[in-house]
């Protein structure tokens, strides 16, 4: 008797390796952030003089990047989804998601305080987040397609 | 290096990769991929494939 919600051998090897991408983008970037800082500014809480982001603003983004290599990674080796995942479902949600946190981030555009003293901050975060869940939903859509290709 | 038995096997039983795939508890890209080539797959996965397709390891997994 299979069990339907999990992943199989070769998904979970694939799996670790999209991890350890993952962890080492997200490693290379603080690394890189860290050589900025230490090169060109002395006291490492001045984010905003040397990048227009709020430290979380940063933080943030960084992590969306490791996600999406992450995902991006998992869906072009067939391990993002488990063994009879509702796609669709999943699906809907991350466009839903996307088109939420778009939404928001041109309604503080519209508001003229997309910015917040010259950095930007929780509503960029929106629109990396908004624009992150796209990419992700148009990769899941091209594999989809690339795989009706390649069928049997 | 392709596995041709494997597939050969399969389709002597007029079995499709999802059918395949399904039987031994896999997603059909993991079938895929052993018959490309592209996956070596544990010994346990082996077992559940030949079982199925009720062929001996020999049969569909050594190379000569």
Redesign the interface.
């Known amino acids: 008797m299979m069990n339907w919600n999990h992943f199989d051998e070769r998904q979970l090897q694939k799996r670790g390796n999209a991890f350890k991408l993952g962890f080492f983008t997200l490693l290379i970037e603080n690394a890189l952030l860290l050589f900025l800082f230490a090169i060109l500014y002395d006291d490492p809480v001045r984010i905003g003089d040397l990048l227009p982001f709020t430290p979380a603003t940063c933080l943030t983004l960084q992590i969306f990047l490791a996600v999406t290599v992450f995902a991006t990674y998992c869906i072009w080796n067939d391990c993002y989804f488990s063994l009879n995942e509702n796609r669709r479902y999943l699906l809907a949600l991350f466009a839903a998601c996307s088109i939420l946190n778009l939404l928001m981030a041109i309604a503080h555009l519209i508001h003229g305080d997309f910015m917040e003293d010259g950095v930007f901050g929780t509503p960029f975060i929106n629109l990396a987040c908004g624009l992150m869940m796209l990419f992700i939903c148009s990769m899941i859509l091209l594999k989809r397609l690339r795989q009706k290709e390649d069928e049997e | 290096m392709k596995n041709l038995k494997l597939k050969s096997a399969r389709a002597a039983l007029d079995l499709?990769?999802q059918a395949l795939a399904?039987a031994v508890?896999?997603?059909r890209?993991?079938i895929?991929?052993i018959e490309k080539g592209d996956?070596n797959?544990?010994i346990?996965?082996c077992i559940a494939i030949c079982r199925v397709l009720g062929k001996t390891l020999d049969e569909l997994f050594w190379e000569e």
């Open positions: 499709s990769q399904e508890g896999v997603s890209q993991t895929n991929a996956y797959p544990t346990r996965l």
